[in-house]
């Protein structure tokens, strides 16, 4: 993936900015007070500085001291769209995310950087098969498929028809129809089958984007069809910033606040919870 970025041609949805209370400016001492809460996408930035967001990066540190002050970086707007112009973006995924963006949920695709880090991951590791719970339009599962070997396979479930077809459109047009295997149903069915089919610890590498209540059952199924050393991502681990605010309590929320605490203790699998996109949490199966 060496294609050149024009970063004028880059299209994002609306983003949401969580800004935590241990906030400032590089070289600025002004603390900040996050917004009251609004759901996710209607989001009003606090009242930062107009010199904090125009060229200053934004910086926190833990609550905790006795993590020693360290200060990591905030996105901000611009800081993104810097990120964003050093993702090495295909032409052929470029295209796919500017068709998403024009349909209805173009929030659910993942962003380019994310996919760029998947990616990477099915190549550190040498996957050649990998499972994807969750398509929407296949930006992901495109990126995947793009640096497999020819003789890799994907295994990409997802429940809705439309987002689906759009998907086989694009692996068509990206010459790798040969390597993905587009299962049309509930995931959950898909990969039961899979395992009934004696397809145990096969599978190097698995992705799960998909309905966030269903996230515990995911990931059994997945460690019953990853090999031992293989890789489990799980997307949106920290939702929008809402499993870290105590006063937020609906279903979805709750649910990916148990499943984190769950990893937190789980003894099969070495985790990593990395801040891209909307959070992931990288697992080894041990």
């Not at 209607?42 to 107009?50: E, G, I, M, R, V």
């Not at 173009?106 to 099915?122: E, K």
């Not at 979805?252 to 985790?271: E, H, Q």
Request: charged letters at 20%.
């Amino acid at each position: 993936m060496t294609a050149s970025v024009i970063h004028a041609g880059w299209m994002f949805p609306p983003l949401s900015i969580f800004v935590p209370y241990r906030l400032c400016c590089t070289h600025c001492t002004t603390f900040v007070k996050p917004p009251n809460f609004l759901p996710f996408g209607q989001q009003k930035s606090a009242p930062l500085t107009t010199s904090c967001l125009s060229h200053k990066a934004l910086t926190t540190a833990a609550s905790d001291h006795n993590y020693g002050n360290k200060q990591v970086i905030s996105l901000t707007p611009r800081m993104y769209d810097y990120l964003l112009a050093n993702v090495r973006e295909p032409p052929i995924l470029r295209e796919l995310r500017e068709e998403t963006a024009t349909m209805r949920g173009s929030q659910m695709q993942v962003s380019p950087d994310q996919a760029q880090l998947l990616a990477m991951l099915v190549q550190i590791l040498g996957a050649k098969r990998c499972i994807e719970v969750g398509v929407y339009t296949g930006y992901s599962s495109l990126a995947v498929a793009l640096v497999l070997p020819d003789s890799g396979i994907l295994v990409a479930c997802e429940r809705d028809k439309n987002s689906l077809e759009v998907a086989n459109k694009y692996y068509d047009r990206a010459g790798v129809s040969h390597k993905m295997d587009a299962r049309h149903g509930l995931a959950v069915d898909t990969l039961n089958s899979m395992i009934e089919n004696g397809e145990g610890c096969s599978y190097d590498f698995a992705f799960v984007d998909a309905e966030k209540r269903m996230y515990r059952e995911y990931f059994e199924l997945l460690l019953k069809l990853v090999r031992p050393g293989g890789v489990i991502v799980i997307d949106n681990v920290l939702w929008h910033g809402k499993v870290a605010d105590p006063l937020v309590d609906d279903k979805k929320t709750k649910s990916i606040r148990s499943f984190n605490r769950a990893l937190m203790d789980d003894v099969r699998v070495s985790i990593s919870m990395v801040p891209v996109g909307d959070g992931m949490t990288i697992c080894r199966k041990r």
